[in-house]
């Protein structure tokens, strides 16, 4: 009866990269032996519509396994759906957040060559990913390291404003230049 279909059901949250995998199915109420069993194989336990015996609650305590209990179907499969998305390592996504144009290059003795930009779009933000495009063609990617308005370091430059920028290791610098800003977000992955 349910067992069976629970058991398909689990089988089923799965893809390429993570499943659940059951070790055990039975009937009847949870006990020490299926506590072990789960210990053993690092998991938990699924039961469903059935109760766990005092001795087992008591050694799945000193085992560090989770017992969970459910009386409706769907319940347990989107409780199980979330762990194993859990399981799923983020997907990341990049955000674009600004553009902007080099107006002049500055070479500053100590620092090496700063970019003279106009803000033609967004914002750009210290520490975020840039790419530096010449006629529409990535140069370089990577990180800035200062972008400043007039001398003082600043966290971020909106549309409109100008600032200076330099490029961490990077010094290849022409007027004209695009510098595209960009953020990478971590959105979790689902099955």
């Given at each position: 009866?349910?067992?069976?279909?629970?058991?398909?059901?689990?089988?089923?949250?799965?893809?390429?990269?993570?499943?659940?995998?059951?070790?055990?199915?039975?009937?009847?109420?949870?006990?020490?032996?299926?506590?072990?069993?789960?210990?053993?194989?690092?998991?938990?336990?699924?039961?469903?519509?059935?109760?766990?015996?005092?001795?087992?609650?008591?050694?799945?305590?000193?085992?560090?396994?989770?017992?969970?209990?459910?009386?409706?179907?769907?319940?347990?499969?989107?409780?199980?759906?979330?762990?194993?998305?859990?399981?799923?390592?983020?997907?990341?996504?990049?955000?674009?957040?600004?553009?902007?144009?080099?107006?002049?290059?500055?070479?500053?003795?100590?620092?090496?060559?700063?970019?003279g930009c106009r803000i033609t779009?967004?914002?750009?933000?210290r520490g975020a990913g840039v790419?530096?495009?010449?006629?529409?063609?990535?140069?370089?990617?990577?990180?800035?390291?200062?972008?400043?308005?007039?001398?003082?370091?600043?966290?971020?430059?909106?549309?409109?404003?100008?600032?200076?920028?330099?490029?961490?290791?990077?010094?290849?610098?022409?007027?004209?230049?695009?510098?595209?800003?960009?953020?990478?977000?971590?959105v979790a992955r689902t099955l």
């Amino acid at each position: 009866g349910s067992l069976e279909a629970i058991v398909a059901a689990i089988e089923k949250l799965a893809n390429e990269e993570v499943s659940a995998k059951v070790i055990h199915a039975g009937v009847g109420g949870i006990n020490e032996s299926d506590v072990t069993l789960a210990a053993s194989a690092g998991g938990f336990i699924v039961g469903f519509n059935v109760r766990a015996s005092g001795q087992a609650r008591s050694q799945s305590q000193r085992d560090g396994v989770d017992i969970r209990y459910y009386s409706i179907i769907y319940e347990l499969l989107d409780d199980l759906k979330s762990a194993v998305e859990g399981l799923l390592a983020p997907e990341q996504r990049e955000k674009f957040i600004g553009n902007a144009e080099v107006r002049e290059v500055f070479n500053i003795t100590k620092v090496g060559k700063i970019a003279g930009c106009r803000i033609t779009d967004g914002i750009v933000r210290r520490g975020a990913g840039v790419r530096l495009l010449r006629d529409n063609v990535v140069i370089h990617q990577g990180k800035l390291a200062t972008l400043k308005r007039f001398k003082e370091e600043v966290r971020e430059v909106r549309d409109g404003f100008e600032c200076g920028m330099a490029f961490e290791n990077y010094h290849d610098i022409q007027t004209g230049d695009v510098i595209e800003c960009y953020e990478i977000e971590e959105v979790a992955r689902t099955l």
